[in-house]
C-alpha cells in the first residue's frame, strides 16, 4: 500500500469506479512533437460512462450514506458530466437526485442530458447562466425538499467540495504508481481544470508525495488569479481532513486556451480533438478536455515542454459532449 493509500484508509470510501485506470504512452503524438508524451485514462473509470467525476463520487456517496441522505442536488450546464455521474450515482445506491441545470429545455435531450433522463434524475431546468440565479434556484429546491421531510445531500458545482477532492488525493496514488511500474520521471501533468476539485486533490497528493514536477491546470473558463486561488482553498481544506499543509508552490494554472468562454470551441481545441482521433483513437470534447489538450500540444511547440521532457496528460473525461 502505498503512502496516498495509507492516509486515506481512515476515510470512508465506496468503490464506483473502475481503477486502476489505464496508463500508456502516447505513441504516435510522441513522434510528432518529439516529447515523450503518456496518458492517464480517467475517461475510462467505468461508471456511467466515465470521466473524472467519479473518483470524487467514491468519497462522496459513501459520506451521504454515512449522513443517512436519502436525496442528492446537484448543480451544472444541460451538458455537464458531472451531473451524469451523479444521476448514475442516485440510481445505484436509491438516493433521488434533482438537478438544477443551466439551460433551455432541449425539445430531445441529447449527450449527457439523455442519460440524465435515462436514469430518472428530476431536472429544473432554469433559463440563465448567472451563477448566483443557479444557486439561488437550489437553495429554493433543497427548501421544498427539506419541508417535504427529505434529508439532502447538497453538491456545487463539479462536486468539488474537500470531500470530493480527495478522490484525487486518491489519483494522485495511482498515478506514482503508474510512474513506478513505467520506470518513468515525469516532468510535467497537464489537465483540465475548472471547479478546483481535480487539481486540488492532485496538489495535496503532490504535498503529501513530495514530487518535484508540475501540476498544471488548464482552465477552460475561470481565469487564472481566480482558478489558483480556489484550488488552493480547496486543497487547503481537504489537507485539514488528513492533516497536511498545502504550500502555494504547488498551484499552478494557465488560461490562456479558455477562448471566449465556457463552452465555446477554439480552433486550438478542434485541432487538438482531432489530433488525439486521428493518431490515437482517444476521444476528447471540446469543453474540458479538449482545451487542455491545445495547451498541451502548444507547450510542445512553444517550447515549454522541452525536447525530451515527458509529459502526462490527465484525460478526465466528457466525450459523450461529442454526442449533443
Ligand atoms: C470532462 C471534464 N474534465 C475536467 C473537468 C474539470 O474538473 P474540475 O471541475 O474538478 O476542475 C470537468 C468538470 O466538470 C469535466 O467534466
Known sequence: ???????LSQISRETVSLLPTPFHRLSSLSEIFGRNIY??????????????KTRKFDFLIADALEKGCDTIIGIGANQSNFC???SGIGAKYGL?????LNGLKPKKPTGNLLIDHMLGAKIHHIDTIDSEERLKKAIEVKNQLEYEGKK????PPGGSTPIGALGYIAGWGELLDDFDKNNLTVDK??????SAGTQAGLVAGQAISGWSGEIIGMSVDVPRDQLESDVLKLARSAGD??????????????ESYIGEGYGKRTAGCEEAVEIFAK????FLDYVYTGKAANGLIDYCRSGKIKPGETVVFLHTGGNIELFE
Open 39 to 52: 496518458i492517464k485514462r480517467d475517461d475510462l473509470t467505468g461508471f456511467s460512462f466515465g470521466g473524472n
Open 96 to 100: 433521488s437526485v434533482h438537478l438544477i
Open 189 to 194: 501533468i497537464i489537465h483540465a481544470s475548472s
Open 1 to 7: 500500500m502505498n503512502e496516498i493509500n495509507k492516509i
Open 84 to 86: 451524469r455521474i451523479l
Open 279 to 282: 493518431k490515437e483513437g482517444v
Open 241 to 254: 481532513i488528513l492533516n497536511i499543509n498545502i504550500p502555494d508552490s504547488l498551484v499552478h494554472v494557465d
Open 152 to 155: 439532502v445531500y447538497f453538491l
